[in-house]
Nanobody
């Protein structure tokens, strides 16, 4: 089973950018669809973005469309979340997730993912 380690979180001013990375262990990275979720204090975990096993399809929450971009590098076994034009509402712990079976409309459902990273804190100051 793949293991996930996030990095790249931190403190940024509103309007700024950050790139989160999620490094996956193991030799079957291409077999996993990958997703990013986030959880703000006092709120439920919510879907942010997902990318298919082939990397040809991406999915985004309406709140982040046009500002956040998910991508994956098969040579590095890594999935990225490029975050631009950040605002205070983006402050949260961001989690990387993976699953071999998730697809289509199920990408947005956190319970469909079997493997999770430890989370990376992103704080946007206004």
């Amino acid at each position: 089973q793949v293991q996930l380690v996030e990095s790249g979180g931190g403190l940024v001013q509103a309007g700024g950018s950050l790139r989160l990375s999620c490094a996956a262990s193991g030799r079957t990275f291409s077999s996993y669809a990958m997703g990013w979720f986030r959880q703000a204090p006092g709120k439920e975990r919510e879907f942010v973005a997902a990318i298919s096993r082939s990397g040809t399809s991406t999915y985004y929450a309406d709140s982040v469309k046009g500002r956040l971009t998910i991508s994956r590098d098969y040579a590095k076994n890594t999935v990225y979340l490029q975050m631009n034009s950040l605002n205070a509402e983006d402050t949260a712990v961001y989690y990387c997730a993976a699953d071999m079976g998730v697809c289509y409309e199920d990408y947005v459902i956190s319970s469909e993912y079997s493997t999770w990273g430890q989370g990376a804190q992103v704080t946007v100051s206004s």
